[in-house]
Nanobody
Framework: QVQLVESGGGLVQPGGSLRLSCAAS????????IGWFRQAPGKEREGVLC???????????YYSDDLKGRFTISRDNSKNTVYLQITSLKPEDTAVYYC????????????????WGKGTLVTVSS
């Protein structure tokens, strides 16, 4: 059974940083596109960042140019985990953050559907 479990969310003050984790079980993340998404209260879910394997490295794709600079995605294949690092957090970053994985081996970014986790809540407030 495939499971994606997000963790690392919480209450953070503006300007702070967080690293979110997406751990997979029943599924190996290597060679699959993995995406981070978020859904703010009252808004539609939006894509944040995606990572996929390219040659001997990874390709990362931002879903929006507005998100460049404060969000970084990385993976640790030995832990079967993908991370989302967020810096200089703003109140508008408050959202439930989800990860998703494309079930197709060799899949590339951007990712729009696949296996989904249940999300982790990030609240940015003083």
């Amino acid at each position: 059974q495939v499971q994606l479990v997000e963790s690392g969310g919480g209450l953070v003050q503006p300007g702070g940083s967080l690293r979110l984790s997406c751990a997979a079980s029943g599924f190996t993340l290597d060679y699959h596109a993995i995406g981070w998404f978020r859904q703010a209260p009252g808004k539609e879910r939006e894509g944040v960042l995606c990572i996929s394997s390219v040659g001997n490295g990874d390709d990362t794709t931002y879903y929006s140019d507005d998100l460049k600079g404060r969000f970084t995605i990385s993976r640790d294949n030995s832990k079967n985990t993908v991370y989302l690092q967020i810096t200089s957090l703003k109140p508008e970053d408050t959202a439930v953050y989800y990860c998703a994985a494309d079930p197709t081996s060799g899949s590339k970014c951007p990712l729009w559907s696949g296996y989904w986790g249940k999300g982790t809540l990030v609240t940015v407030s003083s």
